[in-house]
């Protein structure tokens, strides 16, 4: 079987280094092995409180952010989810199809009615469910993505079988695929995943300057009352591992070991490796930036290059349940 590449974005603001180590910095290394699908899913991030008027340029952030870090719209497709409406049409179809149970043992879920109290929707409930609709709509077989959704691609499958043992076989049951680093924690908060949520000093946005990345990894939380085995330098050590610093955490960690390991110098050193990887990122960024026109112009097509695609699945998952 081909292997078709699907994964998605929230445009949540601007990128950090735990979605570029997780998910994105392989997503610019598939688009070259496989035919690849990348969705900024819009209608995803509004199931919790946003603000319309920024929507939009948040939208076009994350596209710019994207594009900078090196994904080609030569090679894979890029497009907005809301472009593309059979998205919400296969996941109504999908709802019909999942067990409430399923949803309720949801992490994601779980953790967002939490923090968003006030606004418990049934679209957060239900947010698994448009996700597989992104990925089916495709027939899309390989995920890649962070640690934190393996939940959701599991249910992918869950619903790809039910379809397919109800209504004939139709859909592939897709496979997550992890980078060593698919979970990047939190600088002032190791127990937690590196996220925005969480507030400035927690995460190093991919538009960081050299020197907010230094300041934060200064002040990030190394050692911990339990002595040895600190979180917070396995992360540090995880990071500079993951941007390719192999030789260099070996013989750091040796140091570490023998308890001469200043944790100042190995401070330096993530923030070095990290701006050495962050800056052209940035600069790329700001080139892009002058010619804001020509993404959208990226996401349009992208987007008719997508629809083709939904349009025919739709096709079959009409007649398929018996609408046509
Ligand atoms: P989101 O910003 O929630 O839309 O996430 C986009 C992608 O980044 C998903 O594949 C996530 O799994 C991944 N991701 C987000 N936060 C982290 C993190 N702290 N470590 C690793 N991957 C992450
Ligand atoms: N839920 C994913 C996240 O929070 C984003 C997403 C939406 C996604 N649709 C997808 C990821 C389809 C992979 C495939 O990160």
Redesign the pocket.
Known sequence: MKNLI?????PTGSLHLGNYLGAIKQWTKLQHEHESIF?I?DY?AITVAYDPKKLPGRISDVALDLLACGIDPSKSTLFVQSQVPEHTELGWIFNTLTPIAELERMTQYKDKSKQHKENINAGLFTYPVL?AA??LLYKANL?P?GED?VQ?VELMRVIAKKFNKTFGKLFPEPKPLLTEQARVMSLADPAKKMSKSLGEKHYIALADSDEVIKKKVRSAVTATSHGDTSPGVENLFAILEALGGEALVKELKAQHKKGSLQYSELKDVVANTIISHLSPIRERRAELEKERERVGEILIEGAKTAQKIARDTMEEVRKKIGVR
């Open positions: 699907f994964s998605g974005i929230q969705c899913v995803h996700q992104d990925v995920i993505v959704q959701h």
